[in-house]
């Protein structure tokens, strides 16, 4: 059974860096990551897929393209999402996801974390 634990979430001053991580019991096929703010829907941020043929491919939300960088580490069964630039509307509940199918916004997510908490303080 897949199970995540996200870690790393915090409180940052806008313009500033920080780095979320999840662990997975078992490394999927895409694996990456979604957010909630207050009042708003959960919305896809940024996912990256691997297999043997392929290699690995990243997709990413327009808000965070060039400012976000997913990577993901399939022997340590991590994956993580390194943010620079970060602005307060990044502020919300991060969730790890793992899926078995398709890439990006939208895949198949199957598997969900518990979320962490990042906060960006103007």
């Known amino acids: 059974q897949v199970r995540l634990a996200e870690s790393g979430g915090g409180l940052v001053q806008a313009g500033g860096s920080l780095t979320i991580s999840c662990s997975a019991t078992i490394s999927t096929y895409n694996m990456g990551w979604f957010r909630q703010a207050p009042g708003k829907e959960r919305e896809f941020v940024a996912a990256?897929?691997?297999?043997?043929?392929?290699?690995?491919?990243?997709t990413y939300a327009d808000s965070v393209k060039g400012r976000f960088t997913v990577s993901r580490d399939n022997d340590k069964k991590t994956v993580s999402l390194q943010m620079s630039n970060l602005k307060p509307e990044d502020t919300a509940v991060y969730y790890c996801?793992?899926?078995?199918?398709?890439?990006?916004?939208?895949?198949?997510?199957?598997?969900w974390g518990q979320g962490t908490q990042v906060t960006v303080s103007a």
């Open positions: 990256i897929t691997w297999n043997y043929w392929t290699g690995t491919q990243s």
């Open positions: 996801v793992g899926g078995s199918s398709g890439s990006g916004s939208t895949g198949s997510y199957e598997w």
